[in-house]
């Protein structure tokens, strides 16, 4: 089942009211659609199941039962309390049952006229239903736990469907019961080795209607939980693995996989509207006039060579000028330390956080989540409604996220995300070569992503060191190729003037040719000590 954009009409839905699930079953799931959770030990099954009826009653005023066959009510309302889910509350409110039953007793029931099952449901007027373990419905618990039976030839096992009743006959008539009822269940079954499990298990995936996987994987020596939708009938979903949380005092998140393409029945906007970058006309003028509202731009460049303040400036920018709204993602600086720098040059950020107009997001690169931090982005953007955004350091998602393909697939995914809301976005990539560039990007390639690239450059000229901007690549643009010399100072970024002279043991750097490589060279003035004119700069055989 591919992703599309078609949802089920709203009044033929069963929203599960799990943060996340439903988004990713694009709406919820059929009404009245079988639900089978598998997943070994530990993945969340009984959990995703419990937080299904709670969320039922709580948000959707839908009444329901859940059938334990292993863990008694008293647990498992303890275990629901961590998570703020009132089970006894709503117990007493008469739209909840718990009950605490056998697989054999639940499977008499169904051969009797007389459903004990079936008047509960009526009693309370139940539109939900969780039973826990399906896998031990009709199972024969007489037998070994290796699953032999002295009575078949050689101590062959038993399989679930030999015999009344077997356990896919027992199954598919719980299922017509409970459709004719009108009911959403959902069921759990444990993923094990042994030969009854795997029957079971297979017997009831092919009974179902929608079919969930839980996993907890490892990694080194972190964990990862993740959800995906095997099948489900009636309706299209958003396919693989997707990002499971479980939070104390919350339940259970489900986020979407960053590699999905959201789904958007609209044409990909663009923009002719063009804007000042800092306010420094001169650096409009070396990018070719300003930026696109909707462009997306690297800025590279070693430590120190200020792309926190150029950043910085593009989002105070954005607000004094245009009235954008700003949002600063960083995994480095904590907001307190970004505020603190800012203001040591003049540059006035807490005023504008506290107005509301930039934002500042930080997370720990220790244990980044891609998927939930992604999703987290996204959520601040759309709450706060940005239009300026910049992420202070690229670099640190390469050693905080596992894979270069999910570091990639972020970042291509959130570039998509800010050109179809026309926002104006800079990506800051540290690049460790200290004098001179041999690559942008050792990572991965950019520079056929973004739109624009400028590179922050330091340079030895005597014995001072220089800082040095460039505009390599400017789309829609008819930029400068030119080097030119800038200084951070109270105000942030300054560009110099062509003739300026910042030091006494070097000319200034339009004297100079190759300065983006490790060894700048010094131009011959004209006689009579007059500069000649800046040369061409050959910027291609360095970068």
Not at 56 to 69: A, C, L, R
Not at 164 to 185: A, D, I, K, V, W
Request: include cysteine; aromatic fraction near 6%; glycine fraction near 10%.
């Amino acid at each position: 089942m591919t992703e599309s954009s078609q949802t089920i009409p709203e009044g033929t839905v069963t929203r599960t009211g799990i943060a996340g699930l439903d988004d990713i079953f694009l709406g919820g799931i059929p009404r009245t659609n079988s639900i089978l959770v598998q997943g070994a030990a530990g993945t969340g099954k009984t959990l995703l199941g419990t937080e299904f009826i709670y969320r039922g009653v709580s948000q959707y005023d839908e009444p329901g039962i859940i059938i334990v066959f292993e863990t008694s009510p008293t647990k498992l309302i303890r275990d629901a309390a961590l998570f703020d889910w009132r089970l006894e509350e709503v117990q007493r409110q008469n739209k909840l049952k718990i009950i605490f039953t056998s697989p054999e007793v639940l499977g008499a029931g169904l051969q009797s006229p007389l459903s004990l099952l079936l008047e509960t449901v009526a009693e309370i007027g139940a539109k939900r239903m969780f039973i826990d373990g399906i896998g031990l419905l009709g199972q024969d618990r007489s037998l070994p736990a290796n699953g032999a039976d002295s009575s078949l030839p050689n101590g062959h096992s038993r399989s679930p469907f030999d015999g009344p009743p077997s356990y896919r006959g027992l199954l598919q008539q719980l299922l017509e019961e409970l459709h004719r009822e009108n009911l959403t269940c959902m069921f759990s079954h444990e993923v094990g080795l042994m030969p009854e499990s795997l029957a079971t298990l297979e017997a009831a995936g092919f009974l179902c209607d929608t079919v969930m996987e839980l996993c907890h994987d490892r990694t080194s020596r972190r964990g990862h939980r993740s959800v995906e939708i095997v099948k489900s009938r009636g309706q299209d979903y958003v396919t693989g693995k997707h990002t499971l949380r479980i939070t104390s005092g919350r339940g259970l998140e489900v986020f979407r996989r960053v590699q999905a393409p959201l789904v958007q029945n609209l044409a990909q906007p663009t923009s002719i509207a063009k804007r000042s970058l800092i306010g420094v006309p001169a650096l409009d003028d070396l990018i070719g006039g300003g930026l696109f509202d909707g462009s997306t731009t690297m800025v590279v460049g070693i430590s120190g060579a200020g792309k926190t303040v150029l950043g910085t400036q593009l989002l105070r920018e954005g607000v004094i000028r245009d009235g954008k709204r700003g949002l600063l993602i960083s995994l480095d600086e904590h907001p307190a330390q970004i505020i603190r720098n800012a203001e040591t040059i003049a540059l006035d950020l807490q005023s504008h956080i506290d107005s509301g107009m930039i934002h500042i997001f930080y997370e720990s690169p220790q244990e980044l989540e891609i998927d939930s931090h992604f999703a987290r982005i996204v959520q601040t953007i759309e709450k706060y409604d940005i239009q300026r955004l910049v992420i202070d350091g690229v670099t640190s998602y390469s050693t905080a996220v596992d894979s270069q393909r999910a570091y990639r697939d972020f970042f291509h995914a959130l570039v998509a995300y800010t050109k179809f809301r026309l926002m104006t976005t800079f990506f800051n990539y540290e690049n460790p070569e200290l004098f001179g560039l041999s690559a942008y990007m050792p990572e991965f390639p950019v520079s056929s992503i973004v739109d624009n690239i400028i590179l922050l450059s330091l340079v030895e000229l005597g014995n001072s060191v220089h800082r040095c901007v460039d505009v390599v690549k400017a789309r829609g643009c008819k930029h400068e190729f030119e080097t030119r010399e800038f200084t951070i100072g109270q105000g942030g970024i300054t560009l110099l003037s062509l003739d300026q002279d910042e030091g006494l043991t070097a000319l200034p750097i339009e004297n100079y040719s190759s300065v983006l490589s490790r060894a700048p060279t010094r131009e011959s003035p004209r006689r009579g000590g007059a500069r000649q004119p800046s040369p061409k700069r050959n910027l291609h055989q360095s970068v």
